[in-house]
C-alpha cells in the first residue's frame, strides 16, 4: 500500500533482436550465427554475433555483408515473428497467468502472482529468465509501476524500486521514449528528435518541463510521452466501459485447421468487431483474441498495442495469433514435436471470439486521411490502381522523406504501390542543409524572380567568398515591394561543382519575414534570387 492505494507492479519480458532470433530458427541456424533481418534495404535487427562483426541497424545491405561475409539475410516478416513468439508466450504463462503480448518479442503481465509465488520480484524475474532460456532465447526482465517504465526497465534488466519510476527514467536519454514500438507510436521518433536540437537530452530535463507548454507546443503524443517521463501511467485518457455485446464471436464451420482459412476467416471477424465498436464510439486499445477447439480446449491471448487499432491492425494480430496456435501450438501431448523443436497444435478451431479488454472514446484519437476502418484505405487504393492503369505509374506518386540540403532534395516522388524508398539516405549528414522547419509550399516547377534590395535601394547580390553585398531590407516581387522585417542566412552551397550542366558552383539561401507577415524562403544562383517556397 502507498497512501492508501495499492500499487500494481507490472513484470516485462523482452527477447532482444527477436526478428533476427525468429529467423535464424526458422532457417534452422544458431543463434550464435550473424544474422541480419532486412527491410527496404537495410538491416531491421541483427544478432549479436552480426554486431560484434561490425553490422548495425540501418546498415545497408550491402555495407552488411562486406563487413561480415557470412551473414545470414532474411527479410522482414512479421507473421514469422509473431508466430514464433507464441511458445514464449504460453512458456512464461505457465508460471504468470494474464500475459499480454506487446509486440512479437516483448510481453507483459502483472508482477503480483509470480512475486508472491516465487517469494520475490528478484525471484520470480530469475525463474521466468530460466524458463524462457530452456527454449533457446535470450530474454530480460524488467519490473516497474508502469508499464511502458517497465519496457525500459527491461532493457537493463531492472526492477524499479515502488514509486521509484521517474528517478530510474531521469538520466535515461530522451531518445529512450520513441526506441521501442510497443510503446510509442512511430511519430514519437520526430519528437524526440527536435527536443535533442532544442538541448533536450535527458528524460529528466523534458520531466522538468510544465505539462501545460508541452500540451500547446508539441502535441497529443508528447503529452503522453511527458507522462512517462515523470513515471505515470502512458494512457492518461479515461476509458469508456465496455458493453458486453461489442464481443463478436464466429463458428467456424469447417474447422480452422490451416493458416490460409484462418487468414480469410480473421479479416471478416475483424471488419465486424470494428463496426460495432464504430456504433458504440469507442476504439479498442486491449484485445483479447479467444479460441475454442475441436479437441476442447480454450486458447486465449491478449495483445495491447500503443496505439487503437485499426480493422487491419486487428486483422493482422488476429492471423499472427491463430498462425502461432495452428502451425506451433501449445497444449500438445509430451513428445508431439515439430522440426524446430516446438509442441505440435491443439486442433482445428472451432470458434472464434474477439472481446475488447480496454478501449478509449474513439474522439480522443484521430485516424488518417482515409478513414479509420480500412475499408475506405482499400477503395483508395483501387482508385488509385486505376488512374495508374489509365495514365501510366507515375501519375500517382507519395512523398518520402530523403536527404538533401534544399526542401526540394528532401523530396523523394515513388510511384504509389511500390516499395517507399528514399533517393538519398534522410539520416546521413548533409553539411550546409536548411535547418528545420521546411516551407510548406514549394516552387519547383517554375520559380518567381524576385529582386532583394538594401535599404538604400541597391540589389543585393551573393559573392563568390560567401558574403552578402549588404543588409537585406526590400523585396520586390510582382505583387509588389515589401519591408524585410527579419531575415536569417545565407546558407552557402558549394555542390555539384563537378558537373559540367551546373552554371554556377554557388548557391545560397535567404529566409526573410516581411511586413506583411509573409515568410518566405529564395536562393541566389546564376539566375539572381528566385522564390524558392513559403512559411504558411
Given at each position: 500500500?502507498?497512501?492508501?492505494?495499492?500499487?500494481?507492479?507490472?513484470?516485462?519480458?523482452w527477447?532482444?533482436?527477436w526478428?533476427?532470433?525468429?529467423?535464424?530458427?526458422?532457417?534452422?541456424?544458431?543463434v550464435?550465427?550473424?544474422?541480419a533481418?532486412?527491410?527496404a534495404?537495410?538491416?531491421?535487427?541483427?544478432?549479436?554475433?552480426?554486431?560484434?562483426?561490425?553490422v548495425h541497424?540501418?546498415?545497408r545491405?550491402r555495407d552488411?555483408?562486406?563487413?561480415?561475409?557470412?551473414?545470414h539475410?532474411?527479410?522482414?516478416d512479421?507473421?514469422?515473428?509473431?508466430?514464433?513468439?507464441?511458445?514464449?508466450?504460453?512458456?512464461?504463462?505457465?508460471?504468470?497467468?494474464?500475459v499480454?503480448?506487446?509486440?512479437?518479442?516483448?510481453?507483459?503481465?502483472?508482477?503480483?502472482?509470480p512475486?508472491?509465488?516465487?517469494?520475490?520480484?528478484?525471484?520470480?524475474?530469475?525463474k521466468?529468465?530460466?524458463?524462457?532460456?530452456?527454449?533457446?532465447?535470450?530474454?530480460?526482465?524488467?519490473?516497474?509501476?508502469?508499464l511502458?517504465?517497465?519496457?525500459?526497465?527491461?532493457?537493463?534488466?531492472?526492477?524499479v524500486?515502488?514509486?521509484g519510476?521517474?528517478?530510474f527514467?531521469?538520466?535515461?536519454p530522451?531518445?529512450?521514449?520513441?526506441?521501442?514500438?510497443a510503446?510509442?507510436?512511430?511519430?514519437?521518433?520526430?519528437l524526440?528528435?527536435?527536443?535533442?536540437?532544442?538541448?533536450?537530452?535527458?528524460?529528466?530535463?523534458?520531466?522538468?518541463?510544465?505539462?501545460?507548454?508541452?500540451?500547446?507546443?508539441?502535441?497529443?503524443?508528447?503529452?503522453?510521452?511527458?507522462?512517462?517521463?515523470?513515471?505515470l501511467?502512458?494512457?492518461?485518457?479515461?476509458?469508456?466501459?465496455?458493453?458486453?455485446?461489442?464481443?463478436v464471436?464466429q463458428?467456424?464451420?469447417?474447422?480452422?485447421?490451416?493458416?490460409?482459412?484462418?487468414a480469410?476467416a480473421?479479416?471478416?471477424?475483424?471488419?465486424?468487431?470494428?463496426?460495432?465498436l464504430?456504433?458504440?464510439?469507442l476504439a479498442?486499445?486491449?484485445?483479447?483474441?479467444?479460441a475454442?477447439?475441436?479437441?476442447?480446449?480454450?486458447?486465449?491471448?491478449?495483445w495491447?498495442c500503443?496505439?487503437?487499432?485499426?480493422?487491419a491492425?486487428?486483422a493482422?494480430?488476429?492471423?499472427?495469433?491463430?498462425?502461432?496456435?495452428?502451425?506451433?501450438?501449445?497444449?500438445?501431448?509430451?513428445?508431439?514435436l515439430?522440426?524446430?523443436?516446438?509442441?505440435?497444435?491443439?486442433?482445428?478451431?472451432?470458434r472464434?471470439?474477439?472481446e475488447?479488454?480496454?478501449a478509449?472514446?474513439?474522439?480522443?484519437?484521430?485516424?488518417?486521411?482515409w478513414?479509420?476502418?480500412?475499408?475506405?484505405?482499400?477503395r483508395?487504393?483501387?482508385?488509385?490502381?486505376?488512374?495508374?492503369?489509365?495514365?501510366?505509374?507515375?501519375?500517382?506518386v507519395?512523398?518520402?522523406?530523403?536527404?538533401?540540403?534544399?526542401?526540394?532534395?528532401?523530396?523523394?516522388?515513388?510511384?504509389?504501390g511500390?516499395?517507399?524508398?528514399?533517393?538519398?539516405?534522410?539520416?546521413a549528414?548533409?553539411?550546409?542543409?536548411?535547418?528545420?522547419?521546411?516551407?510548406?509550399?514549394?516552387?519547383?516547377?517554375?520559380?518567381?524572380?524576385?529582386?532583394?534590395?538594401?535599404?538604400?535601394?541597391?540589389?543585393?547580390l551573393?559573392?563568390?567568398r560567401?558574403l552578402?553585398t549588404?543588409?537585406?531590407?526590400w523585396?520586390?516581387?510582382?505583387g509588389?515591394?515589401?519591408?524585410?522585417?527579419?531575415?536569417?542566412g545565407?546558407?552557402v552551397?558549394d555542390?555539384?561543382?563537378?558537373?559540367?550542366?551546373?552554371p554556377?558552383?554557388?548557391?545560397?539561401?535567404?529566409?526573410?519575414?516581411?511586413?506583411?507577415?509573409?515568410?518566405?524562403?529564395?536562393?541566389f544562383?546564376?539566375?539572381?534570387?528566385?522564390?524558392?517556397?513559403?512559411?504558411?
Amino acid at each position: 500500500m502507498n497512501g492508501g492505494t495499492t500499487i500494481s507492479r507490472t513484470l516485462v519480458v523482452w527477447c532482444p533482436d527477436w526478428p533476427a532470433v525468429a529467423a535464424a530458427r526458422l532457417a534452422g541456424h544458431p543463434v550464435a550465427d550473424p544474422v541480419a533481418v532486412f527491410h527496404a534495404n537495410r538491416v531491421q535487427a541483427c544478432t549479436t554475433a552480426a554486431r560484434n562483426e561490425g553490422v548495425h541497424l540501418g546498415q545497408r545491405r550491402r555495407d552488411a555483408q562486406s563487413r561480415c561475409p557470412n551473414l545470414h539475410i532474411a527479410r522482414a516478416d512479421p507473421d514469422r515473428d509473431a508466430r514464433l513468439f507464441e511458445p514464449v508466450a504460453a512458456a512464461v504463462e505457465t508460471i504468470a497467468p494474464g500475459v499480454e503480448i506487446l509486440r512479437p518479442g516483448v510481453l507483459a503481465c502483472s508482477a503480483r502472482g509470480p512475486a508472491r509465488y516465487f517469494g520475490s520480484e528478484i525471484a520470480a524475474a530469475e525463474k521466468i529468465v530460466d524458463i524462457v532460456e530452456s527454449l533457446n532465447v535470450e530474454c530480460r526482465v524488467g519490473v516497474a509501476d508502469v508499464l511502458a517504465v517497465a519496457v525500459l526497465a527491461s532493457r537493463s534488466s531492472t526492477i524499479v524500486p515502488p514509486a521509484g519510476s521517474a528517478e530510474f527514467c531521469a538520466p535515461l536519454p530522451i531518445t529512450e521514449l520513441a526506441r521501442d514500438p510497443a510503446i510509442s507510436p512511430p511519430e514519437r521518433a520526430a519528437l524526440t528528435d527536435l527536443l535533442v536540437r532544442l538541448g533536450i537530452t535527458t528524460i529528466g530535463a523534458f520531466a522538468a518541463l510544465p505539462e501545460i507548454k508541452v500540451a500547446t507546443r508539441f502535441g497529443a503524443d508528447a503529452v503522453q510521452a511527458h507522462r512517462l517521463a515523470r513515471g505515470l501511467a502512458e494512457r492518461g485518457v479515461s476509458r469508456r466501459q465496455i458493453p458486453d455485446e461489442l464481443t463478436v464471436e464466429q463458428t467456424c464451420d469447417p474447422p480452422l485447421d490451416r493458416v490460409d482459412t484462418a487468414a480469410f476467416a480473421a479479416r471478416a471477424l475483424a471488419d465486424r468487431f470494428h463496426t460495432r465498436l464504430a456504433d458504440a464510439g469507442l476504439a479498442c486499445t486491449r484485445l483479447a483474441i479467444i479460441a475454442d477447439t475441436e479437441r476442447g480446449s480454450r486458447l486465449s491471448r491478449i495483445w495491447r498495442c500503443a496505439k487503437p487499432l485499426t480493422a487491419a491492425a486487428t486483422a493482422d494480430r488476429l492471423r499472427w495469433q491463430l498462425d502461432g496456435w495452428l502451425t506451433v501450438g501449445r497444449t500438445a501431448r509430451p513428445g508431439d514435436l515439430t522440426e524446430d523443436g516446438y509442441p505440435q497444435g491443439p486442433g482445428a478451431i472451432v470458434r472464434l471470439t474477439l472481446e475488447p479488454v480496454e478501449a478509449i472514446g474513439a474522439g480522443l484519437i484521430q485516424y488518417g486521411l482515409w478513414g479509420s476502418d480500412g475499408q475506405d484505405d482499400q477503395r483508395a487504393g483501387w482508385a488509385f490502381a486505376r488512374v495508374q492503369g489509365l495514365l501510366g505509374p507515375e501519375s500517382v506518386v507519395t512523398p518520402v522523406l530523403s536527404g538533401g540540403r534544399g526542401p526540394a532534395d528532401r523530396i523523394t516522388l515513388v510511384p504509389w504501390g511500390e516499395e517507399k524508398t528514399a533517393q538519398r539516405d534522410p539520416s546521413a549528414p548533409w553539411p550546409g542543409a536548411l535547418p528545420a522547419p521546411s516551407p510548406t509550399r514549394l516552387a519547383t516547377s517554375d520559380p518567381e524572380n524576385v529582386t532583394v534590395l538594401d535599404a538604400a535601394g541597391r540589389p543585393v547580390l551573393f559573392t563568390g567568398r560567401g558574403l552578402l553585398t549588404g543588409s537585406p531590407a526590400w523585396v520586390d516581387q510582382q505583387g509588389g515591394r515589401q519591408h524585410i522585417d527579419a531575415w536569417a542566412g545565407p546558407w552557402v552551397l558549394d555542390e555539384r561543382w563537378w558537373a559540367n550542366d551546373t552554371p554556377t558552383r554557388y548557391l545560397s539561401r535567404l529566409q526573410v519575414v516581411t511586413d506583411a507577415g509573409v515568410a518566405m524562403l529564395m536562393r541566389f544562383g546564376a539566375d539572381g534570387w528566385q522564390l524558392e517556397g513559403v512559411y504558411d
